[in-house]
């Protein structure tokens, strides 16, 4: 019986974080409904993961592509089987988002379990991303990695190359270019992150402004464990969050990952 206090403990930590994201939109007349919560699993074992998607949780995260296309079909596959057993009560299959670095040559074969990438950061990527989607005649949603933070920060697209980069991506047609994405340095100053953040939102109002993308370009990926109330203050409107959900949870990944 080891999974109860697992159970309980992981409720309790969601609970804790949705209140949080609630206060944090209250705090700036936003509704919570406005933010999305991306739940970052790349800490956690597969039944964690179950577990989450139990619970409810609609949105996952998943930093590396191996690790994505695994836990996708395995949850999948469990959802399936779940869904032949009237007792438990079906659960909608959630969304993947890949929120880590993605090379070309692994887009193929993961896209299909894929339902947003949010750390697109070139033409290139976008160019795969687009071949591929149209191969899977679908249309992917993708943001614009940005790198707001500057030097210290290894990816996402240069600030004085985003809005060029946003029109030539936008004109892609498999691709739906949904917005921005940035991460704050990992840094103790508040200051610091708020000025990261801060010239995130300047620059996506300034590809809105000026009009190289559609009215689906409208989502700000911003906010982790530590900064995401203030992420939510700049108009985030998902927040990847890992650590503040698995306090407490021993994160033994080897245990269970079938
Ligand atoms: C790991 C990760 C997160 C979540 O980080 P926490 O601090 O554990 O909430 C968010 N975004 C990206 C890109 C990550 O790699």
């Known amino acids: 019986m080891r999974t109860l206090p697992m159970k309980r403990k992981l409720t309790e930590n969601l609970k804790r974080v949705e209140q949080r994201i609630a206060d944090a939109c209250r705090r700036v007349d936003r509704a919570p409904s406005s933010v999305t ?7 956690v074992s597969l039944d964690i993961i179950r577990t989450l998607v139990d619970m409810g949780v609609q949105h996952i995260g998943e930093s ?3 690790e994505l296309t695994r836990r996708a079909a395995m949850v999948n596959e469990w959802l399936g089987r779940r869904a032949r057993d009237l007792s438990a009560g079906a659960r909608p299959r959630p969304q993947w988002h890949m929120i880590g670095h993605l090379q070309r040559n692994k887009v193929k074969a993961v896209l299909p ?3 947003m990438v949010h750390s697109v ?4 990527l976008a160019e ?18 940005v790198n707001s933070a500057g030097e210290g920060s290894k990816y996402g697209v240069a600030v004085a190359a985003v809005t060029h980069l946003a029109e030539q991506i936008h004109s892609l047609g498999h691709i739906e270019l949904r917005g921005m994405m940035a991460m704050a340095p990992w840094t103790e100053d508040q200051s610091l992150i708020r000025q990261v953040f801060g010239r995130t939102r300047e620059l996506f109002d300034e590809v809105v402004q000026e009009g190289v993308c559609g009215p689906e370009f409208r989502e700000l990926s911003l906010g982790m464990s530590s900064d995401f109330e203030c992420a939510i203050e700049f108009g985030a409107t998902y927040v990847r969050i890992g650590s503040a959900l698995f306090e407490g949870i ?3 990944r080897t245990t269970s990952e079938s």
Do not use: F, G, H
């Open 37 to 43: 919560l991306v739940a970052v699993t790349k800490y």
């Open 64 to 66: 590396r592509v191996q």
């Open 113 to 115: 379990w894929i339902d």
């Open 121 to 124: 950061d070139s033409l290139r």
């Open 128 to 145: 795969e991303i687009d071949a591929q989607s149209a191969r899977l005649d679908r249309k992917t949603p993708i943001l614009l990695q």
């Open 250 to 252: 021993e994160l033994a």
